[in-house]
C-alpha cells in the first residue's frame, strides 16, 4: 500500500489547520465552543521530572484555600497529576469514553471528575497508546466533556499539568485555552535549556491566542542565580522558590498535599509561599515578552569556568 506525502495526509484531515502559530506550524484547530470561559487558566511546563506535578497540586490546594473552585487537570498519560489530592490513581478520560465505546453522551460527571483534597476537581486525561494517537485531541475531548457537563461554569480556576517539556502539537494544546503559562525550572543547565524551548513555544502560541508568559517558579532549588541571570536576559521573571526540601519527597509518598503533612516551621514557609504564589496569580500578573535565545546561544550563555 502506497502511503500518502505528509502534506497531502495533513490536506486531507478534517482535525488538522496550518497555522500561523509558528514558521511550518501545523497545529490541532481550537473548536471555539470549547472555550473555557470566565475561569482563570494557567498551564504549567517544564522539563521532565522537574516537580511540575507537586507543584500544580500544591498550586491547586493553596487556590482552594483562599476559597476558590479548582479544577486541575492532568495532561499525561501517566495519569498521575492528581494523586496527592485524590490519594489514589483516578481512571482518565481516556478510560472513561473507551468504556463506552466512546460514546460521549453516555458518560456521567462521576465517570470521569473526581473530587480531592478541600474540594479540588481532579481530571486525568490520559493519553492514547504509545505511538498511536495526538494527546491535543485527548485534551480537546477532556475540554469538550467538562463544557458538555456545565463543570467549567462553577470553576474559578482551571490548572493544566502538562507532560514534560514536550512542546509538540498536541500537548501544546493547552496553551489554547491557557490565560497565564507557568514554567517549573531548577537551577540546573538541563532545567534552563528545556524552559528556553518552552518559551519559544509559548511565544509562538501567543501569536494566535490568548496565552502569555506569567513567569517561572523555581523548584528543588537551593539557590536561584542561575535561574534569574537566564530569566534577566531573555525577560522572564520569577513568581516562587520552592527549596529541595525532604518534606516535599515525604508527601509524594504519603500521598499528600503539602497542606496535610505535619506542620513544622520550614513546612510552614513552603505553605506560606505556595499561598502567596495563588493570591499573586488570582490578582493577575503581567503579560511577559521573553525573547528565547537559539539552542547554541544559550549553550554558550549557561557554560561557566
Not at 500518502?4 to 473548536?31: C, F, I, M, W, Y
Not at 509524594?252 to 496535610?260: D, H, I, N, V, Y
Amino acid at each position: 500500500m502506497t502511503e500518502l506525502p505528509l502534506q497531502n495526509t495533513l490536506v486531507k484531515s478534517s482535525n488538522l489547520v496550518s497555522r500561523a502559530d509558528g514558521e511550518g506550524s501545523v497545529q490541532v484547530k481550537l473548536d471555539p465552543k470549547l472555550e473555557i470561559g470566565t475561569a482563570k487558566v494557567f498551564s504549567v511546563y517544564g522539563k521532565g521530572g522537574i516537580g511540575k506535578s507537586t507543584t500544580s497540586s500544591n498550586l491547586s490546594a493553596a487556590f482552594s484555600k483562599l476559597g476558590k473552585r479548582v479544577l486541575q487537570i492532568g495532561c499525561d498519560p501517566k495519569h498521575d497529576s492528581t494523586f496527592t489530592l485524590t490519594k489514589k490513581l483516578v481512571p482518565t478520560v481516556i478510560d472513561a469514553l473507551e468504556s463506552v465505546d466512546f460514546h460521549s453522551e453516555e458518560l456521567r460527571i462521576e465517570d470521569f471528575v473526581y473530587e480531592g483534597y478541600n474540594g479540588v476537581m481532579c481530571v486525568e486525561a490520559g493519553g492514547p497508546p504509545a505511538g498511536t494517537g495526538c494527546g491535543g485531541y485527548v485534551v480537546g475531548q477532556t475540554v469538550k466533556l467538562l463544557k458538555e457537563h456545565h463543570l467549567l461554569e462553577d470553576t474559578d480556576v482551571v490548572i493544566f499539568d502538562v507532560l514534560g517539556d514536550v512542546v509538540c502539537g498536541g500537548f501544546a494544546s493547552p496553551l489554547q485555552h491557557a490565560d497565564r503559562a507557568l514554567i517549573v525550572t531548577a537551577n540546573d543547565f538541563d532545567s534552563i535549556f528545556a524552559m528556553n524551548r518552552i518559551v519559544a513555544a509559548i511565544t509562538a502560541k501567543s501569536k494566535n491566542y490568548d496565552v502569555r508568559l506569567a513567569g517561572v517558579i523555581a523548584n528543588r532549588s537551593v539557590d536561584t542565580d542561575e535561574i534569574d541571570r537566564f530569566n534577566d536576559h531573555i525577560g522572564l521573571q520569577r513568581l516562587a522558590h520552592f527549596p529541595d526540601l525532604d518534606v516535599i519527597r515525604r508527601s509524594r509518598l504519603k500521598k499528600m498535599t503539602l497542606f496535610e503533612m505535619d506542620t513544622s516551621p520550614e513546612l510552614e514557609a513552603v505553605q506560606n509561599e505556595y499561598l502567596r504564589l495563588a493570591a499573586l496569580l488570582w490578582k493577575g500578573t503581567d503579560p511577559l515578552i521573553a525573547e528565547p535565545m537559539k539552542d547554541r546561544e544559550i549553550f554558550d550563555f549557561l557554560g561557566f569556568d
